[in-house]
């Protein structure tokens, strides 16, 4: 995994982090975001992880059960140490109550604007390169944009993040 994190003043300023591990991630981040304008978060890491990791293989007879623990959600922690002078933009995929999930994730994590995308959406998600988006600000607004490839999206993520500056 590769961390970035977003705006310095009026300038650009990217700080790459290489890791390895959700915890390294959420360290680099709580480390990184205090020194940033601007924060836009991706996909979650993974919801869960391993209780513990086997320093051997597990061999393929073997019997085993993998245990496992919630894993640091890095928008929320990030939510809670935010700073009046700066924006945090974060992610919602969903397959149910897609809009009120993703106004309840903005507002439980503190977020400025929160990016739905749908697994309902035909030709949208992880098998294509394309995808429809739906944007909701801190205010509730809510923004609708049409299915288009993935660089024009981000493209409408900045564009709507910069109206509000």
Known sequence: YDISLGLVGSEMCI??????????MYAASKQLFPSCDM???????ADFTPANVSEK??????????SLVPTTDIAAELGRLKQANQKLVGFAL??????ENAKRKLKKKNLDFIVLNSLQDKNAGFKFDTNKITIIDSNNNI?????KLKQEVAVDILDEIEKSL
């Open 15 to 24: 700080r790459d982090r290489k890791v390895t591990t959700a915890a390294e």
């Open 94 to 99: 969903e397959t149910d109550d897609e809009l």
């Open 57 to 66: 293989k597990i061999k393929d007879k073997q019997q085993t059960s993998i």
């Open 39 to 45: 924060a836009i978060m991706s996909a979650a890491v």
């Open 143 to 147: 923004s609708e944009f049409e299915l």
